[in-house]
């Protein structure tokens, strides 16, 4: 979730819990009355978490459809006698795939965990054809297949996100390039510093043609090395440009600044609602406390 959009429901909640200070410029950074920023962003991760718990038990089966970005993919694991060490943010399973894509292995959970186990049920005992997988304290633990290597696709937990407003700059700026551009292929290439790296493609470049004093707008699409890219857009020059002629590249990386969660946008009123109804309930114990005092 972009800190912009985190930060606004921050605000939208404050507001709506009538803290007085949310019009303050200082709110965000520790001006408050009753509710705190930290206090109102703990109601906003809460909501969330519950909005995701309760997708599930809707969904089902059909969760990752609903919630993609809440789903996460392993790469292959060693499953070793049995036994997977859980990740650190798994919530709930939804596959367990052998590496060779060939074994699907099923996931238990509930009062089918201990009927598994004991071997009542004779559907769920897991056999080498159709193996089970199923929860057990930090383990993931399975039966049928105890030695492979697999991946695991899960529901992945939410982790707070925390407000943000602090500046921070993360483009490159070259000066005096003496880069060349050659237009049959899209690419730029020269002697960068900072040399260019794989963690700038899909970033934002600006280069400035100083034969047609233009400014060039384009996305990097491909890193080839630390002096050689390739780019895409429709602001790119129609002809080469030579060594020399180029003075002035810009990177920028304006992708927003994200957590693990990437909520749509129409969540926005459910999460406002719920972390709204938890300040509430907040209120109301202090003021039970207070009068038992």
């Known amino acids: 979730m972009p800190t912009t959009r985190f930060n606004g429901l921050v605000i939208d909640v404050a507001r709506r819990l009538q803290e007085p200070k949310v019009e303050d410029a200082g709110y965000l950074t520790g001006t408050f009355s009753r509710y705190s920023a930290a206090l109102v962003s703990s109601y906003v991760n809460n909501a969330i978490r519950e909005i995701v718990r309760d997708v599930l038990k809707t969904s089902g089966k059909a969760f990752p459809e609903i919630m993609p970005e809440m789903t996460k993919s392993t790469a292959p694991l060693a499953l070793t006698n049995g036994a997977l060490s859980r990740p650190s943010d798994f919530l709930y399973g939804l596959s367990m795939v052998s590496d060779a894509g060939n074994i699907l292995f099923r996931y238990i959970v509930g009062r089918s965990i201990g009927e598994a186990i004991s071997g009542i049920d004779p559907a769920i005992v897991g056999t080498a054809d159709e193996p089970i997988f199923y929860e057990e304290g930090d383990f993931l633990r399975t039966k049928g297949i105890t030695s492979d290597s697999v991946v695991l ?21 070259y000066t005096g390039a003496n880069s060349v551009y050659t237009a049959a292929t899209k690419t730029l290439q020269g002697t960068f510093t900072p040399a260019l790296v794989v963690a700038d493609e899909r970033k934002e470049i600006m280069f400035y043609n100083n034969i047609t004093s233009k400014v060039h707008h384009a996305r990097i699409s491909s890193f080839v090395d630390a ?67």
């Open 153 to 173: 696709r899960y529901v992945r937990l939410h982790e707070d996100i925390v407000i943000s407003v602090a500046a921070a700059g993360n483009g490159k700026l």
């Open 227 to 293: 002096t050689h890219v390739t780019l895409d857009g429709s602001d790119l020059p129609s002809g080469d440009i030579s060594q020399g002629d180029i003075t002035t590249i810009l990177i920028a990386d304006l992708s927003p600044n994200t957590s693990d969660i990437v909520l749509k946008p129409d969540w926005n009123f459910a999460i406002i609602e719920r972390a709204v109804s938890h300040g509430i309930a907040d209120a109301r114990r202090l003021v039970l406390q207070q009068e038992g005092a």
